[in-house]
């Protein structure tokens, strides 16, 4: 038995370029510094600025991942995903060095918005160099495994940037642009345009050249998604509120339910998407993963037993490991390597979009109408994002 299980995880793990990997270690030292943002509600009230004025900062922060995205989506298509990621990785590092430097709310607010339109721009690159060095057999895979880097980052930055809060909040600032310089540099000695190769059969089968923008399929799709993450950030936003004051749960024990959802993608994701990947059409599998996120939140609205809640993260983790590889596999095959930087911006618009909105719209209902409702309000848009892909299914093919 152990035999089979070992074997089943080297064969989830092979057969993906030496480029996918690289990018997954890049990926991994930039998400392993992520301890700013995290942290920046908690360093501007200490400065002794308001909830209401650190909400403003976190908003510009929103949207210039928008903005961040929309270009680097842009910038893509015109000069290439290499030079997009390096630049982006290297002039984010150096923009937190600048926001440590702030020391007023206009300045801060202003220096966020550039710091996260540069950051955010590497993302739209990112996914463009995934599919070039992936191949179709197992490009899915090779989304997972940048989403295992990016879980296991993010491990290790926010616990590392309470250590270094408690000592010093500047300490922030330079280690988390260090690990984006860090990156970049990964990015030229191991990445570059001459060290690497892509993928060149899937080129060749698509020479129309059309903009992400005007795929009416594609758009309807990211409008689902969109309302799937609409959902999905409030679980680590306002979830942890609510388990915290409705559900009167100690911070080690919410520490530990937040917890499950890094340590079951990192256990499960690679070997699932191998023994899903090319099996069915991606879009059946999102079509279940928007089902799962919902039926998670339901949970919620009928019972608040602890075994309850941890079905609740199971869910809502196998929701998100059904839905966003497929997701990836699925604007990839919409797309031509020509117009490839446009589609994986609006797919990261859609997540940036609902960053923004979720914890603010999710609050306001909560406070309105009580936090049943909203759950039962989130199983219900999940499910309408459910059937909106089921009946763009016969749509859904590569153009």
């Not at 903009?211 to 399929?217: E, G, I, L, R």
């Not at 409705?246 to 959802?261: K, P, R």
């Amino acid at each position: 038995m152990f035999q089979v299980v070992t074997q089943l995880y080297k064969n989830a793990y092979q057969g993906l370029s030496r480029s996918i990997w690289w990018l997954a270690v890049v990926m991994f030292v930039n998400r392993s510094g992520t301890m700013v943002i995290p942290f920046l509600t908690v360093y501007l009230t200490s400065k002794g600025y308001s909830l209401s004025q650190a909400g403003w900062v976190m908003a510009t922060f929103g949207s210039g991942a928008i903005l961040g995205s929309f270009i680097g989506g842009k910038l893509t298509d015109k000069f290439g995903f290499y030079y997009v990621q390096f630049f982006s990785l290297l002039l984010n590092g150096i923009m937190f060095f600048v926001v440590g430097a702030m020391h007023t709310l206009p300045h801060i607010a202003i220096a966020i918005f550039f710091l996260s339109s540069l950051g955010e721009a590497f993302r739209p690159a990112n996914a463009a160099a995934i599919a070039a060095y992936g191949s179709e057999n197992n490009r899915t895979r090779c989304y997972s495994l940048n989403r295992l880097a990016v879980n296991l980052g993010w491990a290790i930055g926010p616990a590392l940037g309470g250590i270094l809060a408690s000592i010093n909040y500047a300490w922030l600032f330079w280690v988390d642009g260090s690990t984006c310089i860090a990156a970049s540099f990964l990015l030229m000695f191991f990445l570059a345009p001459k060290k690497t190769k892509v993928t060149t059969v899937f080129a060749e089968q698509h020479t129309i050249r059309k903009s992400a923008y005007q795929d009416k399929v594609f758009l309807k799709a990211m409008s689902f998604v969109f309302l799937i993450c609409l959902c999905f950030f409030q679980m680590f936003s306002l979830v942890p509120y609510f388990y915290k004051n409705h559900l009167h749960f100690s911070e080690f024990t919410i520490g530990c339910i937040l917890a499950m959802n890094g340590i079951i993608i990192a256990l499960v994701e690679m070997v699932m998407v191998y023994k899903l990947e090319n099996k069915r059409n991606p879009v059946q599998y999102m079509v279940i993963g928007a089902l799962l996120t919902g039926l998670a939140y339901f949970t919620l609205s009928i019972s608040l037993v602890l075994v309850i809640v941890l079905l609740n993260m199971v869910m809502m983790t196998f929701g998100e490991m059904l839905l966003f590889p497929f997701v990836n596999s699925f604007w990839v095959s919409r797309s031509t390597p020509q117009n490839r930087g446009q589609y994986a911006a609006a797919y990261n618009i859609s997540f940036a979009l609902a960053q923004v909105l979720a914890p603010t719209l999710a609050a306001q209902a909560a406070v309105a109408y009580g936090f049943s409702t909203l759950w039962v309000a989130d199983f219900f848009i999940c499910l309408s994002a459910a059937a909106g892909f089921f009946f763009l299914q016969k749509q859904l093919l590569p153009t």
